[in-house]
């Protein structure tokens, strides 16, 4: 899988980031992969499952640490995006 880095974010402030498709019918619906986003929920992030943002006020537990998470993507046929990369996001102290 590939891994694209999203930009760094600080321990408890918020922090927002936006995914982007190519290719297929918009509009596009986004979901995490829970086989690869299984703490995504405990970071204070959420995705927006329409337009692909990342948005929240990361945990000061997440300080130090990279969030890795994967992302499934739907255009409005239903079809699935080839390939699920993997996001990074660093956390400032």
Known sequence: M???QLPNAE???PYGATLYAVGGKPPYQWSL???YSTDFAL??????PSKGLIRGTIS????GKTIRFAVIVKD?????ALGKPIYEIHVEP
């Open 60 to 63: 000061d537990s997440m300080a």
């Open 76 to 80: 409005s046929t239903g079809q699935t």
């Open 43 to 48: 970071t204070g992030l959420w995705l927006d």
């Open 33 to 35: 992969d829970p086989e």
């Open 11 to 13: 321990a408890g402030q």
């Open 2 to 4: 590939d891994s694209f």
